[in-house]
């Protein structure tokens, strides 16, 4: 089974440039006063590495298995 990888640099292209969510961020009082883009980098890159070590291994008996019909 291949590592998992979370796709992070594609995250941060939809959150940035497709969401524009520092836009959002900005009308909302209770995250413009305690979100921004490093908090935002450091959530992405903890959830990545959560998905890589807990998510990911929970899908080795289909990857081994595979589809069938």
Known sequence: MADY???LRDMRFVLN???EVSRLWATLPE????VDAETVEAILEEAGKVTGRSVAPLSRAADEEGCHW
Do not use: Q, Y
């Open 17 to 19: 440039e497709v969401f």
């Open 31 to 34: 995250l413009s006063e305690t």
């Open 5 to 7: 990888k979370a796709p």
